[in-house]
């Protein structure tokens, strides 16, 4: 069955550091790729997403992301994080025959005024 | 505001009850989606309506059931509730019937005591 990955469970920065988010997936076929965002007591909203074409993706709020077939990853970073970060960080992954939208376990991300 | 709302926000039942989630999509979008988050399961892909009819299934118990109006709004009922049923469930909806960007509701909280 595919699954998806997400490195680190919890995540506590200061503000300005920079910020790398790690996702894997386990499905061997083509996928589209996506990273959500939930702000304390707030609904998902989507920061970005991958379908085709270059690797290197750019989202909402600074946030990018980097798709990298070889590895089946999709890491999502920011160079400078503030304190509204704040929050927890989904990744998910859409197989492009199946319409099964699978989630990652989220990392929750904590910005240290 | 993602334009998508779900009622109640908020619901306490007792097991064996049977409840119904209610969600209105975004306007013109012909897609619902329903998840579920819990702190054990993570964000789990439930069923997905597409113009009134069923279009995939993820992970939905049995006992849960799902449908889609005439006016695009959607239910989920969920019935002989057990403790574990204890959720956020969230919908979410989309223009056509691929998954491609969801815009989510702010959930229903479900506590089954």
């Known amino acids: 069955a595919q699954s998806v990955s997400q490195h680190n469970h919890h995540v506590i920065l200061s503000e300005a550091a920079s910020l790398e988010l790690g996702c894997n997936y386990s499905y061997g076929g083509t996928v589209n790729l996506f990273w959500y965002v939930q702000y304390p007591g707030q609904h998902l909203q989507l920061l970005l997403k991958?379908?085709?074409?270059?690797?290197l993706v750019k989202g909402i709020k600074g946030f990018e992301a980097e798709f990298i077939k070889s590895k089946f990853s999709f890491n999502l970073r920011k160079p400078s994080v503030q304190w509204s970060d704040t929050a927890e960080y989904f990744c998910?992954?859409?197989?492009?025959?199946?319409?099964?939208?699978?989630f990652g376990p989220g990392t929750r991300l904590s910005v240290l005024p | 505001d993602s334009g998508v709302t779900q009622t109640p926000k908020h619901l306490i039942t007792a097991t064996g009850q049977r409840v119904t989630l209610r969600c209105s999509p975004r306007s013109g979008d012909l897609s619902v989606y329903w998840y579920q988050q819990s702190l054990d399961q993570g964000l789990q892909f439930l069923i997905q309506y597409y113009n009134g009819e069923e279009r995939a299934k993820g992970n939905i118990l049995e006992r849960f059931s799902a449908q889609q109006f005439p006016d695009l709004h959607s239910e989920l009922n969920l019935s002989s509730l057990e403790l574990g049923d204890s959720a956020l469930y969230f919908c979410a909806s989309s223009v056509g019937d691929q998954p491609y960007e969801q815009y989510f509701g702010p959930g229903t909280r479900l506590t089954v005591t």
């Open positions: 991958y379908f085709s074409g270059d690797p």
């Open positions: 998910a992954v859409n197989p492009l025959r199946g319409q099964n939208f699978v």
